[in-house]
């Protein structure tokens, strides 16, 4: 059976040449078109910045859904290839009334998306994003006629200008006084080129890997332990501070410490709401599927955390709400207000780097000092049926638990947690545990496949 395209709060995601077509594009570049129409009413010329990652079908889908817009009387501003974060900066820097991220994040390459940003930067909440899915499936658009079609203009700046942002947050000089020296994996994304900017401006020796933006992925793409086998190894091998990984859109990063050891994406957050909130007291915000790690470095400053359901644009809203100084996703995506409402690898190597910079420890040591959980993530075929009745059997499992339904259900024991839920962006359904006792992590993992065994054999 053919995967059926995914539309939701993420945007579009599909596989090439299956579910996900240059009419698909257009079509989706029309709706988006008619909802800025709607949302302007009376605006004589609406703009829109459009980036995309490096894959090879990022040209294809960027033509095409350039083209619904321009047919809907929209301005293009077209980036060329750079980062998530990347967009979302630019299109304020230039009173753009949207974007468009043509990318599919951490997915393999045959995928390719479509990412919408309103003009905060942020992704249209859940409310507007179906508005949008509606005009798309009504095919309610609003053409413009030859004279008032959409025209479209290059911008090569969005690099400098998303560095020069990350740079005001960090003491420049402290960092670049350590000559820390960094591996950097971009995947053959779109962070390479942004990243090693970064570094080389932070004073770093870089050894780079994967950073020639050809979408070629070296290694599957997602910035998990399995797949970061050889950053682990280069950087064993090569006597340096820190390694990281980015994710093909660079909102992602992963860390490798001095030994050669996968830390993982938890650490991110949880290094740059150290940091943060020693600088300054404050709100933090999280989703539910982040570790408790940064729980326990906002009390230990008298600060407190808001837990938002999974994906960025609910943590974006709620840290615009609450006016919270640091806040993110446990799957290595930072958010720092002062540079933008989006998930930033730069930002969250950036902060590391300061971190190590001030406290002169290495990452090993700064993991021991905040770390002490065990976290097992794991994925696997379900729709929304089948992890509903896998959430309702585990109700009663775990009967004593807190539960906080406000995506998937999120179960709270004294000794850990766990959430399930579907996800935005592929067929799945994702199950997390942590504990302190990686022997009661192993006991709920084990509880909850024996539900998911029962429902997917029935």
Not at 97 to 104: P, Q
Not at 219 to 228: D, G, I, K, V
């Amino acid at each position: 059976m053919a995967q059926e395209l995914i539309l939701g709060i993420s945007g579009m995601r599909g596989l090439i040449g299956e579910n996900l077509f240059p009419e698909t594009a257009a079509a989706y570049g029309c709706a988006f078109g008619a909802f800025l129409k709607q949302r302007h009413p009376g605006k004589d010329t609406l703009s829109v910045a459009i980036g995309r990652d490096s894959r090879p079908s990022g040209q294809m889908i960027f033509s095409a859904m350039a083209a619904g817009l321009a047919a809907s009387g929209v301005h293009i501003i077209d980036l060329g290839i750079c980062s998530t974060p990347g967009v979302g900066i630019m299109l304020r820097e230039l009173d753009c009334d949207g974007g468009v991220v043509i990318t599919a994040s951490h997915n393999p390459i045959e995928y390719n998306g479509i990412k919408l940003l309103l003009e905060n930067g942020i992704a249209p909440p859940k409310a507007m994003a179906q508005q949008i899915i509606q005009i798309y499936y009504d095919r309610r658009f609003a053409m413009s006629d030859s004279l008032h079609c959409g025209t479209i203009e290059s911008n090569d700046q969005t690099h400098q200008v998303h560095l020069d942002k990350v740079l005001a947050i960090v003491n420049k000089d402290a960092i670049a006084a350590k000559k820390f020296k960094v591996v950097l994996d971009s995947a053959n994304g779109a962070g390479g080129t942004a990243g090693l900017m970064l570094l080389e401006a932070l004073g770093c020796e870089v050894v780079g890997m994967n950073l020639e933006p050809t979408g070629i992925f070296a290694h599957p793409p997602e910035p998990t332990q399995e797949n970061l086998v050889t950053l682990c190894e280069k950087v064993k091998e090569s006597d340096v501070a820190v390694g990281f990984a980015q994710d093909p859109d660079a909102d992602r990063v992963a860390i490798v410490d001095e030994n050669g050891v996968y830390i993982g994406e938890e650490f991110s957050l949880a290094f740059a709401a150290k940091l943060v909130l020693s600088q300054m007291k404050g709100t933090a915000a999280a989703n539910l599927s982040t570790s408790r790690m940064i729980d326990d470095i906002a009390a230990a400053t008298d600060c407190t955390v808001i837990r938002t359901p999974v994906g960025e644009a609910n943590v974006a809203e709620a840290m615009i709400q609450n006016k919270c100084v640091i806040g993110g996703e446990g799957n290595g995506g930072i958010i720092d207000l002062r540079v933008g409402p989006i998930r930033d690898s730069l930002v969250g190597m950036a902060l590391t780097l300061q971190l190590m910079a001030d406290t002169g420890k290495t990452i090993s040591q700064l993991t021991a000092e905040v770390g002490g959980y065990a976290m097992h993530k794991s994925k696997c075929p379900a729709d929304k049926e089948q992890a509903n009745q896998i959430i309702e059997k585990a109700k009663a499992v775990f009967a004593e638990a807190t539960l906080d339904t406000s995506d998937g259900c999120r179960f709270d024991l004294p000794d850990g947690w766990i959430h399930i839920r579907t996800s935005n962006t592929e067929p799945i359904m994702r199950i997390i545990t942590e504990t302190k006792d990686p022997a009661v992590a192993k006991r709920y993992i084990e509880q909850i496949e024996a539900i998911r065994r029962d429902v997917m054999e029935t």
